[in-house]
């Protein structure tokens, strides 16, 4: 469930949108299934962006907070991507520290759970989530150069 409905713009070959600050992100929720359980400052982006490759959720916890539950994936892995705060991050019972600049690969078979645990700062993070296995190539060999000189006059705005 989603409190805010941010304003949306697309074009033949783009999508975007602004959410805002990360700050912002508890206006957002979702409710956890199967459990009956709402959780403030996380939004997924595969709707709202028309994603047809991976899942990315944007997330805020706040000071002293922990994700309620465990969880695990059957095909995606998730990269976790910390640009805020400081928390633990939980694999199969191992715990470590996360903060801002700290990146987690886990498979999906691994239950993994986070914690804030800064006394008052939100702990902000990225998460992409996409099907394990699925892209065994390098980024660069997917890029295709266009021949054409950049100009950033008389350009269309979004």
Known sequence: MTL??????????FTATDLGAFAALRQ????????P????????LKQLLNLTSAEISLNNLPAKTSVPF???HRLNEEIYL???????????GYVFPVQ?????????????CLRNTSEVDDLCWVVIQSRAGSYPDHTIQDGVGVQRRVSWLNQQSV
Request: aromatic share 12%.
């Open 100 to 112: 801002e600049g700290t990146i987690v690969r886990v498979d999906p078979e691994g239950e993994r």
């Open 28 to 35: 957002f929720t979702f409710t956890a299934s199967p459990l």
């Open 82 to 92: 910390f640009i805020r705060g400081e928390g633990e991050f939980q694999v199969d």
């Open 70 to 72: 465990y969880h695990k």
């Open 37 to 44: 359980l709402e959780v403030e400052g996380k939004i997924f």
């Open 4 to 13: 805010t409905t941010p304003a949306t713009q697309t074009g033949a070959h």
